[in-house]
Protein backbone atom coordinates (compact mmCIF):
# COMPACT_ATOMS: atom_id res chain seq x y z
CA UNK A 1 0.00 0.00 0.00
CA UNK A 2 1.09 3.61 -1.10
CA UNK A 3 1.69 5.17 2.50
CA UNK A 4 1.43 8.93 3.13
CA UNK A 5 3.61 11.35 4.92
CA UNK A 6 1.88 14.66 6.64
CA UNK A 7 3.27 17.11 8.90
CA UNK A 8 1.83 16.63 12.61
CA UNK A 9 0.50 20.08 12.68
CA UNK A 10 0.32 23.42 10.82
CA UNK A 11 -0.71 27.27 11.69
CA UNK A 12 -2.37 30.00 9.60
CA UNK A 13 -3.28 33.34 9.74
CA UNK A 14 -7.12 33.90 9.12
CA UNK A 15 -7.72 34.39 5.31
CA UNK A 16 -4.32 33.37 4.46
CA UNK A 17 -3.81 30.77 1.94
CA UNK A 18 -3.28 27.03 4.13
CA UNK A 19 -0.75 24.61 2.30
CA UNK A 20 -0.82 21.57 3.57
CA UNK A 21 1.59 18.92 2.16
CA UNK A 22 1.76 15.34 1.69
CA UNK A 23 4.67 13.16 0.59
CA UNK A 24 3.59 9.61 -0.94
CA UNK A 25 6.81 8.56 -3.00
CA UNK A 26 5.71 5.00 -3.62
CA UNK A 27 2.45 5.72 -5.16
CA UNK A 28 1.07 4.01 -8.19
CA UNK A 29 0.58 4.87 -11.62
CA UNK A 30 -3.77 4.33 -11.01
CA UNK A 31 -3.60 5.16 -7.19
CA UNK A 32 -5.49 8.62 -6.62
CA UNK A 33 -5.17 11.05 -3.54
CA UNK A 34 -7.39 11.84 -1.63
CA UNK A 35 -8.20 14.53 0.97
CA UNK A 36 -10.85 14.36 4.25
CA UNK A 37 -10.98 16.57 7.09
CA UNK A 38 -12.69 16.45 10.72
CA UNK A 39 -13.44 18.54 12.24
CA UNK A 40 -13.14 18.15 16.18
CA UNK A 41 -14.95 14.60 16.05
CA UNK A 42 -17.27 15.17 13.70
CA UNK A 43 -17.49 12.72 10.80
CA UNK A 44 -14.56 12.62 8.22
CA UNK A 45 -15.33 15.24 5.66
CA UNK A 46 -14.63 14.66 2.01
CA UNK A 47 -12.62 17.65 -0.02
CA UNK A 48 -11.30 16.30 -2.93
CA UNK A 49 -9.86 14.05 -4.87
CA UNK A 50 -7.09 13.94 -7.54
CA UNK A 51 -5.18 11.30 -10.35
CA UNK A 52 -2.61 13.51 -12.14
CA UNK A 53 -3.63 16.32 -12.78
CA UNK A 54 -4.35 19.82 -10.57
CA UNK A 55 -8.21 19.90 -8.69
CA UNK A 56 -9.88 22.56 -8.01
CA UNK A 57 -13.87 22.60 -6.06
CA UNK A 58 -15.02 25.09 -3.96
CA UNK A 59 -13.65 24.23 -1.07
CA UNK A 60 -9.87 23.77 -1.88
CA UNK A 61 -7.53 22.84 -4.75
CA UNK A 62 -5.19 20.03 -5.17
CA UNK A 63 -1.60 20.28 -6.28
CA UNK A 64 -0.04 16.98 -7.53
CA UNK A 65 3.34 17.35 -8.52
CA UNK A 66 4.20 15.88 -12.16
CA UNK A 67 6.26 12.86 -10.56
CA UNK A 68 2.96 12.50 -8.20
CA UNK A 69 5.58 11.34 -5.31
CA UNK A 70 4.04 14.71 -3.49
CA UNK A 71 0.52 16.61 -3.63
CA UNK A 72 -0.49 20.06 -1.68
CA UNK A 73 -3.76 20.85 -0.60
CA UNK A 74 -4.45 24.70 -0.59
CA UNK A 75 -7.35 26.31 1.30
CA UNK A 76 -7.32 29.49 -0.50
CA UNK A 77 -9.03 32.01 2.62
CA UNK A 78 -8.35 30.14 5.49
CA UNK A 79 -11.18 30.68 8.64
CA UNK A 80 -11.33 29.82 12.37
CA UNK A 81 -14.12 27.15 10.62
CA UNK A 82 -10.96 25.70 8.36
CA UNK A 83 -9.82 24.36 11.95
CA UNK A 84 -9.30 20.01 11.55
CA UNK A 85 -7.35 17.56 11.50
CA UNK A 86 -6.34 17.29 7.47
CA UNK A 87 -6.30 13.63 6.04
CA UNK A 88 -4.07 12.62 3.33
CA UNK A 89 -4.92 9.64 1.54
CA UNK A 90 -3.70 7.07 -1.36
CA UNK A 91 -6.56 4.91 -2.45
CA UNK A 92 -5.28 1.17 -3.67
CA UNK A 93 -8.44 -0.14 -5.80
CA UNK A 94 -6.81 -3.36 -5.29
CA UNK A 95 -7.14 -3.42 -1.77
CA UNK A 96 -10.25 -4.64 -1.33
CA UNK A 97 -11.17 -0.47 -2.00
CA UNK A 98 -10.07 0.38 1.07
CA UNK A 99 -9.30 3.80 2.51
CA UNK A 100 -5.74 3.80 5.17
CA UNK A 101 -6.24 6.57 7.30
CA UNK A 102 -2.83 7.99 9.06
CA UNK A 103 -2.78 10.53 11.61
CA UNK A 104 -2.99 13.49 9.58
CA UNK A 105 -2.24 17.28 9.88
CA UNK A 106 -3.67 19.20 12.87
CA UNK A 107 -4.12 22.57 11.05
CA UNK A 108 -5.04 25.44 13.31
CA UNK A 109 -6.08 28.92 12.41
CA UNK B 1 -30.88 16.91 6.01
CA UNK B 2 -28.25 14.68 6.92
CA UNK B 3 -27.35 11.67 4.14
CA UNK B 4 -25.97 9.90 6.54
CA UNK B 5 -27.47 9.38 10.27
CA UNK B 6 -26.32 7.37 12.86
CA UNK B 7 -28.40 6.60 16.21
CA UNK B 8 -27.33 6.76 19.02
CA UNK B 9 -25.23 9.78 19.03
CA UNK B 10 -24.04 8.74 22.20
CA UNK B 11 -23.91 5.53 24.58
CA UNK B 12 -22.63 4.32 27.93
CA UNK B 13 -23.04 0.80 28.74
CA UNK B 14 -21.93 -2.00 30.91
CA UNK B 15 -19.18 -4.49 30.38
CA UNK B 16 -20.94 -7.91 29.29
CA UNK B 17 -23.80 -6.17 27.61
CA UNK B 18 -25.02 -6.53 23.55
CA UNK B 19 -25.32 -2.90 21.86
CA UNK B 20 -26.49 -2.40 18.46
CA UNK B 21 -25.21 0.92 16.52
CA UNK B 22 -27.97 1.71 13.62
CA UNK B 23 -26.87 3.16 10.45
CA UNK B 24 -28.95 4.95 8.09
CA UNK B 25 -28.59 6.42 4.22
CA UNK B 26 -30.46 8.59 1.60
CA UNK B 27 -27.35 8.94 -0.65
CA UNK B 28 -28.53 5.76 -2.68
CA UNK B 29 -25.61 4.29 -2.26
CA UNK B 30 -24.55 0.67 -2.20
CA UNK B 31 -21.28 0.41 -0.40
CA UNK B 32 -21.19 0.83 3.35
CA UNK B 33 -18.69 0.89 6.00
CA UNK B 34 -17.91 1.06 9.90
CA UNK B 35 -15.36 2.47 11.42
CA UNK B 36 -13.89 3.53 14.78
CA UNK B 37 -11.86 6.01 16.04
CA UNK B 38 -9.49 6.11 18.84
CA UNK B 39 -7.95 8.92 20.72
CA UNK B 40 -4.97 10.61 18.65
CA UNK B 41 -5.31 7.61 15.94
CA UNK B 42 -6.57 7.46 12.38
CA UNK B 43 -9.57 5.74 11.37
CA UNK B 44 -9.73 1.52 11.72
CA UNK B 45 -12.22 -0.05 9.32
CA UNK B 46 -14.63 -2.61 11.16
CA UNK B 47 -16.24 -4.34 8.57
CA UNK B 48 -17.55 -3.21 5.22
CA UNK B 49 -20.73 -4.31 2.42
CA UNK B 50 -20.62 -3.64 -0.79
CA UNK B 51 -24.34 -4.77 -1.11
CA UNK B 52 -26.97 -6.38 0.43
CA UNK B 53 -25.76 -10.04 0.23
CA UNK B 54 -22.12 -9.01 0.87
CA UNK B 55 -20.03 -8.66 4.13
CA UNK B 56 -16.81 -8.46 4.83
CA UNK B 57 -14.44 -7.84 7.84
CA UNK B 58 -12.23 -5.09 7.88
CA UNK B 59 -8.90 -4.93 10.14
CA UNK B 60 -10.52 -5.13 13.43
CA UNK B 61 -13.62 -7.00 13.46
CA UNK B 62 -13.12 -9.31 16.44
CA UNK B 63 -15.74 -8.91 19.04
CA UNK B 64 -18.09 -7.24 16.52
CA UNK B 65 -20.72 -8.32 13.70
CA UNK B 66 -22.74 -6.47 11.27
CA UNK B 67 -26.18 -6.39 9.51
CA UNK B 68 -27.24 -5.19 6.22
CA UNK B 69 -30.67 -5.27 6.38
CA UNK B 70 -31.46 -2.71 3.23
CA UNK B 71 -29.05 -0.97 0.99
CA UNK B 72 -29.32 1.87 2.94
CA UNK B 73 -29.36 0.16 6.39
CA UNK B 74 -26.16 -1.27 8.14
CA UNK B 75 -26.29 -2.12 11.83
CA UNK B 76 -23.13 -2.62 13.81
CA UNK B 77 -23.46 -4.94 17.26
CA UNK B 78 -21.25 -5.71 19.83
CA UNK B 79 -22.14 -8.70 21.57
CA UNK B 80 -20.61 -8.54 24.48
CA UNK B 81 -18.95 -5.35 24.81
CA UNK B 82 -15.59 -5.10 26.59
CA UNK B 83 -14.28 -1.49 27.66
CA UNK B 84 -11.52 -0.76 25.40
CA UNK B 85 -13.92 -0.59 22.75
CA UNK B 86 -14.57 2.52 24.32
CA UNK B 87 -14.19 4.44 21.42
CA UNK B 88 -15.92 6.55 18.25
CA UNK B 89 -17.87 4.84 15.78
CA UNK B 90 -18.30 6.44 12.33
CA UNK B 91 -20.40 4.88 9.52
CA UNK B 92 -19.50 5.74 5.86
CA UNK B 93 -21.23 5.03 2.42
CA UNK B 94 -19.53 5.32 -1.24
CA UNK B 95 -21.07 5.11 -4.04
CA UNK B 96 -20.09 2.19 -6.96
CA UNK B 97 -20.56 4.64 -9.81
CA UNK B 98 -18.33 6.29 -9.66
CA UNK B 99 -15.85 3.43 -11.05
CA UNK B 100 -13.57 1.16 -9.42
CA UNK B 101 -10.50 3.43 -9.14
CA UNK B 102 -12.20 5.93 -7.24
CA UNK B 103 -13.55 5.75 -3.58
CA UNK B 104 -15.63 8.59 -2.37
CA UNK B 105 -16.41 8.12 1.20
CA UNK B 106 -19.35 9.76 3.19
CA UNK B 107 -19.62 10.14 6.56
CA UNK B 108 -22.19 10.34 9.23
CA UNK B 109 -21.68 12.58 12.90
CA UNK B 110 -20.51 9.30 14.54
CA UNK B 111 -21.61 7.49 17.86
CA UNK B 112 -19.54 8.37 21.15
CA UNK B 113 -19.59 4.94 22.69
CA UNK B 114 -18.36 4.22 26.40
CA UNK B 115 -18.35 1.26 27.88
CA UNK B 116 -17.83 0.82 31.67
Known amino acids: DAKTTQPPSMDCAEGRAANLPCNHSTISGNEYVYWYRQIHSQGPQYIIH?????ETNEMASLIITEDRKSSTLILPHATLRDTAVYYC????????????WGLGTSLAV | DADVTQTPRNRITKTGKRIMLECSQTKGHDRMYWYRQDPGLGLRLIYY???????NKGEISDGYSVSRQAQAKFSLSLESAIPNQTALYFCATSDRRLGGLQETQYFGPGTRLLVL
Open chain 2, 49 to 55: SFDVKDI
Open chain 1, 50 to 54: GLKNN
Open chain 1, 89 to 100: IVYNAGNNRKLI
